[in-house]
């Protein structure tokens, strides 16, 4: 099934617009598995379990696998996933980005290997960089826009020739040339909602995934706000904030308690937003 269509349905499933980032570090896990890397695929079914009803996707962030040698608990969390919770969209976060063939690489390890059903891209290499992956039919793209760390202005709040800054530029091409068959999303972050209202109006329909509520201190309202719209779908993303709310044997049901919150506030928010925008 193409992602976009796995992603409404899970949302409208669950009534969520939240997902769970899978961002495992054991020197946070609780007592008992603390410290342990062999326990991060048992840390994260835990999660798994405990939320999968609220979420309208998973997004595991492969470093934190890669760094403990770990990517064999990748695999088998992936497996894991589409076992016990079929209908909910896995996100590979990799926002990978190489000229061609090692491009192609990267696509078979993102949806071969790991069977995601969407990967985050970064576009900085230029289409030919995006390509190989839109190999893989149903397959979700997406493409590092506005991202939501500080730095993130460095070079994405250059402006270009046109006066549009280099974020804006990725929009408008995410929403048309490049987006040959309506597989590319792009990725904002929640700490820069006014930037995320102008990404939401050069690209009035793809769907954005949005880190920085939790942790980073984002207003899960306001993004609401900026980027929602029943046609036009959001992802939004929190993992430290949901993962490590508690550190004690109850841990996977105080990441339950806090997904639930964060779930509730954004599905207020959408009732909130006047009629005409929503
Ligand atoms: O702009 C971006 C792009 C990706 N991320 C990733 O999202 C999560 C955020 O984790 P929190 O604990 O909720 O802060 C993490 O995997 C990042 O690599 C991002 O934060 N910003």
Same mark, same amino acid.
């Given at each position: 099934m193409h992602f976009a269509s796995q992603l409404a349905r899970?949302?409208?499933?669950?009534?969520?617009?939240?997902?769970?980032g899978l961002d495992p570090d054991p020197a946070k896990f609780p007592a008992g598995l603390r410290g342990d890397p062999s326990r991060i695929f048992d840390f994260c079914?835990? $999660?798994? =379990? !405990?939320?999968?009803?609220?979420?309208?996707?998973?997004?595991? +962030?492969? /470093?934190?696998? @890669?760094?403990? %040698?770990?990517?064999d608990q990748l695999e088998?969390?992936?497996?894991?996933?589409?076992?016990?919770?079929?209908?909910?969209?896995? $996100?590979? =976060? !990799?926002?990978r980005g190489?000229?061609?063939?090692?491009?192609? +690489?990267? /696509?078979?390890? @993102?949806?071969? %290997?790991?069977?995601?059903?969407?990967v985050t891209l970064s576009p900085y290499m230029g289409f030919d960089s995006i390509e190989p992956y839109l190999k893989y039919d149903g397959k979700g793209l997406i493409l590092l826009c506005r991202t939501s760390n500080p730095g993130g202005s460095d070079l994405q709040f250059q402006p270009l020739a046109n006066g549009e800054r280099l974020f804006e530029e990725v929009a408008r091409l995410a929403a048309g040339k490049w987006n040959r068959d309506g597989r590319l999303g792009l990725v904002v972050g929640a700490t820069f909602p006014a930037e995320?209202?102008?990404?939401?109006e050069l690209a009035p329909t793809l769907p954005l995934l949005i880190p920085g509520v939790g942790a980073?201190?984002?207003?899960?309202?306001?993004?609401v706000q900026a980027g929602w719209r029943p046609d036009a779908p959001i992802i939004v993303s929190s993992s430290r904030a949901v993962l490590y709310a508690g550190s004690?044997?109850?841990?996977?049901?105080?990441?339950?308690?806090?997904?639930?919150?964060?779930r509730l506030e954004l599905q207020a928010a959408q009732k909130a937003l006047p009629?005409?925008?929503s």
């Open positions: 899970a949302c409208a499933r669950h009534e969520s617009l939240l997902c769970v079914a835990r $999660i798994v =379990d !405990a939320t999968k009803d609220l979420v309208c996707a998973f997004k595991p +962030q492969i /470093a934190y696998f @890669a760094a403990h %040698r770990a990517e088998q969390l992936m497996a894991y996933l589409r076992r016990n919770a079929p209908e909910v969209p896995v $996100i590979l =976060d !990799a926002k190489d000229i061609g063939n090692t491009a192609e +690489q990267y /696509a078979r390890e @993102a949806f071969e %290997r790991y069977q995601a059903d969407a995320l209202a102008r990404v939401r980073q201190g984002g207003d899960a309202a306001a993004t004690g044997e109850d841990f996977a049901q105080q990441a339950r308690t806090v997904a639930q919150a964060t009629a005409r925008l």
